[in-house]
C-alpha cells in the first residue's frame, strides 16, 4: 500500500535488524527504533513512543522484558496510543506457550493489542540458531566448551530468518489477525545435537558441558553477570530441563509455504562465511 509506512521495534537485534531488511528490500517504508538509534525507542521512556509512531500503520514489537507485569503493562499503554495515532496492525515477539498460562502476564501483553483495537499476531519464540554464531554462545564456542545448565533436554532451535520472513508476512499480508505462531525449526536437538554439529562443520574441539543449576549460578555470578539476571537464566534453563519446549511446530510452513530450515544447514553455511573463525 502506497501509505504504509512500518516501525520496528528493537531494530538493531537479531530478528528486528532481519525484519528491517526484508522489508527495505520489498520497497516497504521503514522506521528502524531503538534506545541508541536515530528513531529513539525505549518501552522504559513513553515519551519516545508517539515520536515513533507517527504516521506508522504497522509495528513489530520487541519487548525484552516481557512476562513481567510492567512489561503487560507497557504493551498494553502503546497499543492504545497506536491504535489512538492509526496504527491498524501490531506483531508482537512473544514466548512458548509451555508453561505460560493462558491468564499469564505473556497471554495477556497478546490480548492487549486485539484490546486496543488493533489487528495483532503473536510470534512465540524458541532459542534461536544464531545464538551460537553471534550472540552469547559463540565465544563458548570459540573456547571450546559450551556451559549450561540444560542437561539432554529438546528443543526445535529456529533460525532468526526464518522468524523474520513469518514477522514480515504477517506486518504486510492478510489473514493473520489474532494467530499465535508458535515458530520452531524442524526437529527436536539437544545441545549435545548443536555441538557436535558445529565441531562437525568446523573442524574445531568443542564440546557441550552439562552443568548443575547450581554450577551455572556460581560460574556466571563469578563473571560479574548481576543477581538478577542469574535468577531469570536460572528460570529459563529450567523449562528446558522439564522438557517444556520439546516440541515442533508447523507454523513456519503454513505461513511461509516451505519447511524451516534445518540446523544442519545453517552450521553448514554459518561455518562457511567464518561465523566461527577466530
Not at 12 to 20: L, S
Not at 113 to 127: I, P
Not at 136 to 156: H, Q, Y
Amino acid at each position: 500500500m502506497s501509505d504504509e509506512l512500518i516501525l520496528v521495534t528493537g531494530a538493531t537485534g537479531k530478528t528486528g535488524r532481519r525484519v528491517v531488511r526484508l522489508l527495505r528490500e520489498r520497497g516497504i517504508p521503514v522506521r528502524a527504533g531503538s534506545r541508541s538509534g536515530s528513531i529513539r525507542f525505549d518501552w522504559d521512556d513513553p515519551a519516545t513512543w508517539e515520536p515513533a509512531l507517527r504516521g506508522v500503520t504497522a509495528t513489530y514489537l520487541v519487548v525484552p522484558t516481557l512476562g513481567a507485569p510492567q512489561a503487560t503493562e507497557a504493551v498494553a499503554a502503546f497499543a492504545r496510543q497506536a491504535a489512538g495515532l492509526g496504527v491498524r496492525r501490531a506483531v508482537l515477539v512473544s514466548l512458548p506457550a509451555e508453561g505460560t498460562a493462558d491468564h499469564g502476564p505473556v497471554a495477556a501483553a497478546e490480548r492487549a493489542l486485539g484490546e486496543a483495537g488493533l489487528e495483532w499476531t503473536a510470534l512465540r519464540l524458541r532459542w534461536f540458531f544464531q545464538n551460537f554464531s553471534e550472540d552469547f554462545l559463540r565465544d563458548p564456542v570459540l573456547g571450546g566448551e559450551v556451559r549450561l545448565p540444560a542437561g539432554e533436554a529438546l528443543e526445535a532451535f529456529v533460525d532468526a530468518d526464518d522468524i523474520a520472513e513469518v514477522a514480515v508476512a504477517a506486518l504486510t499480508g492478510s489473514g493473520h489477525d489474532g494467530k499465535v505462531y508458535e515458530l520452531t525449526g524442524p526437529r527436536l536437538l539437544t545441545f549435545h545435537d548443536t555441538v557436535a554439529a558445529i565441531a562437525e562443520a568446523t573442524g574445531r574441539d568443542v564440546r557441550y558441558v552439562p552443568l548443575t543449576a547450581e554450577e551455572y549460578a556460581d560460574e556466571q555470578r563469578a563473571l560479574g553477570v548481576p543477581e538478577e539476571w542469574v535468577q531469570v537464566s536460572d528460570g529459563f534453563y529450567a523449562q528446558f530441563r522439564a522438557g517444556n519446549l520439546a516440541s515442533v511446530s508447523d507454523d513456519v510452513e503454513r505461513v511461509l509455504g516451505r519447511p524451516p530450515r534445518d540446523f544442519a544447514d545453517f552450521v553448514k553455511a554459518a561455518a562457511a562465511d567464518g561465523a566461527w573463525s577466530a
